[in-house]
């Protein structure tokens, strides 16, 4: 491509035009605008003729020096096609398919110059070559949940999102690295060749001599930084911890004085069955001694005095867990230590009952 060519991908937009034939009678604030597109683009195009020829020359690494600026300053398809095209050669494919894809993304127009139209043609042959070659390698990165990961290829960070995928990567040699605050830093080479694929696998192990920043430091930041400090814990938490565990205490203590109640009604009435059996033997047994034929009836009372002596240890344990449990359940810790003994004694003196059956003898003994 020519000098001329290049320069009529440049000319100042309409605007401008109008503006400059306006002469005087145009704002400044109007002009000082055309002025600065007008540098921009005559900028623009001295780049471009300079990196078009160097491009055509097969110098890309200096025509890239040109073509990349003069595209920032102002687009050009067919400077595109040469950033495009030049940078594929010097093997930064990704970037350079890229700028080919942005170019073809553009539709070409009807009435597009040769120039323009044999542009567009070698972009796509250009990409069409390349796309299938470009290597990519996959990151596996092995840290704790906790970790706040930064992650760079050859000395750039990547975005999280990349990690774990297909990563488009221009051939030859590459570095990853993985750090964060509390670890050692984990490093990888690797060699991309075309068409290959490749597993970068990266973990981070802890620092055991790392700082590790305390609670109270962080809320020393806060209160530096204005913020309001977090409130403190409201008491009414172990209050109502406290309220649950007393509930629960109360309801075991009615159990018990229910299971003592039922037990103490159980003994009285096995107690008196036994003594009325005491009675009968003793009309059957005249001087305590009985015969064979009562046996049965003898052992019938001494099992109705065994089973009232049971009901009436059950009775008086069931009153004295109560009891305890019932006053420890509610007042002080030590209210409660101090009273549960002397309870515990009281009510063991309340509750003594004994069914004792013998020979010819039966008797209920019991204090309340």
Known sequence: MDALNVSRLFRAPLLSVLALTAGLAAPRTARAADDADAAETAA????????????????????????????????????????????????????????????LREPLP????????AA??????TLRDIKPRIPNMKILLNAPADADVTVKVDHKEVADSVVGIALPTDPGDHEVEATAPGFFKATSSVKLLPSASAFVTLELKRDP???RPAAAEAGA?????????????SPATPARAADHGSNTGKVLA??????????????????QSARNDEKALQTACPNRVCS?????????????GTISTIAFAT???????????????????????????ERHIAARSRVRAQAKVGLGTVSVVGDF
Not at 120 to 125: K, W
Not at 255 to 260: G, Q, R, V
Not at 292 to 304: N, P, V, W
């Open 44 to 103: 623009a195009r001295g780049l471009a003729v300079d990196g078009v020829k160097l491009a055509q020359s097969d110098h890309c690494e200096q025509a890239l020096e040109k073509l990349e600026p003069a595209e920032k300053l102002k687009h050009s398809p067919i400077v595109l096609r040469h950033v495009g095209e030049c940078q594929v050669k010097v093997g930064r494919w990704v970037e350079g398919s890229e700028s080919l894809r942005k170019l």
């Open 110 to 117: 009807a009435d597009a110059s040769p120039a323009l139209t």
């Open 120 to 125: 567009y043609e070698s972009a796509t042959a």
């Open 209 to 211: 001599n790392a700082p």
């Open 221 to 233: 930041v806060t209160a530096a930084a204005g913020a309001a400090p977090a409130p403190a814990p």
């Open 254 to 271: 009615y159990t018990s004085y229910a299971l003592a109640a039922a037990s103490l009604g159980a003994g009285i009435v096995f107690g």
């Open 292 to 304: 064979e034929d009562q046996k049965d009836a003898l052992d019938s009372a001494k099992t109705k």
């Open 315 to 341: 009775a008086g344990a069931g009153l004295t867990l109560g009891t305890i449990l019932l006053f420890t359940s509610s007042g002080s810790h030590a209210e409660n230590a101090a009273g549960a003994a």
